[in-house]
């Protein structure tokens, strides 16, 4: 998750995430060579008196400076195409679960099983345990099996919201009426974290998202622990 001061992306927890990173990597050099170019010239044209006819009224500058833009814009499009298909790809999900936005609360049922879902509320500060994250924790986690792909099928009962868990790479809106789908797979254990990422009304800020993403035989065992409660 992320930390104070931090200037970089939260740590990848999954293959999408990966991907996104190096993406971010990529871009962010071609932005820093050309801002160190168009610097350059700028230093140049102010410090010298000196001109150059060449440079002035050349046809082999101007077909370079033309080209190369262009040729820069796709090595920029073509890794984002590619990531965008990434993304969009859903092969045979192991688990399917379903995350509806109130206001200000989330619901999740996991459709494979017949009477499991659960809502998830925000723990409200006064009542966390010691090593708990203020307004990011959750009384009940989304729990998903890791190293599985997983599909949610995002929607809203009320307003637009917004489900997004940065670490997995995932952001999709919630809309109401309308059912959209995303996916994920947790490259390795560990606890997610995310909000609401839609201004939805007055508590907004406090209707977090929890990932837990544990081993299967743990989930398994979860699951069946939630159906006897239920």
């Given at each position: 998750m992320a930390h104070p001061a931090q200037l970089g992306l939260q740590d990848a927890a999954s293959p999408v995430m990966e991907e996104l990173l190096h993406f971010h990597d990529h871009a962010l050099m071609i932005v820093f060579l050309i801002s160190t170019l168009v610097l350059y010239i700028i230093v140049c044209m102010v410090s010298t008196k000196l001109t150059n006819k060449y440079i002035l009224d050349s046809q082999e500058i101007e077909i370079v400076w033309t080209i190369l833009p262009a040729v820069i814009l796709i090595m920029i499009a073509l890794p984002s195409l590619r990531i965008l298909y990434l993304m969009d790809e859903i092969n045979n999900p192991h688990l399917t679960v379903?995350?509806?936005?109130?206001?200000?609360?989330?619901?999740?049922?996991?459709?494979?099983?017949?009477?499991?879902?659960?809502?998830?509320?925000?723990?409200?500060?006064?009542?966390?345990?010691?090593?708990?994250?203020?307004?990011?924790?959750?009384?009940?986690?989304?729990?998903?099996?890791?190293?599985?792909?997983?599909?949610?099928?995002?929607?809203?009962?009320?307003?637009?919201?917004?489900?997004?868990?940065?670490?997995?790479?995932?952001?999709?809106?919630?809309?109401?009426?309308?059912?959209?789908?995303?996916?994920?797979?947790?490259?390795?254990?560990?606890?997610?974290?995310?909000?609401?990422?839609?201004?939805?009304?007055?508590?907004?800020?406090?209707?977090?998202?929890?990932?837990?993403?544990?081993?299967?035989?743990?989930?398994?065992?979860?699951?069946?622990?939630?159906?006897?409660?239920?």
């Open positions: 379903k995350a509806i936005g109130h206001q200000w609360y989330w619901s999740y049922e996991y459709t494979d099983y017949n009477d499991l879902g659960f809502d998830s509320y925000m723990v409200p500060t006064q009542d966390l345990a010691p090593g708990q994250f203020r307004l990011l924790e959750a009384d009940h986690r989304m729990v998903v099996p890791m190293e599985s792909p997983v599909r949610v099928l995002v929607t809203a009962e009320d307003v637009l919201h917004s489900w997004a868990v940065p670490a997995l790479g995932v952001k999709m809106d919630a809309v109401p009426g309308r059912l959209n789908q995303t996916a994920f797979i947790t490259s390795r254990p560990g606890v997610f974290y995310g909000q609401c990422s839609e201004i939805c009304g007055a508590n907004h800020s406090f209707m977090p998202i929890v990932v837990e993403a544990v081993p299967l035989e743990h989930f398994e065992n979860w699951s069946s622990k939630m159906l006897e409660d239920a």
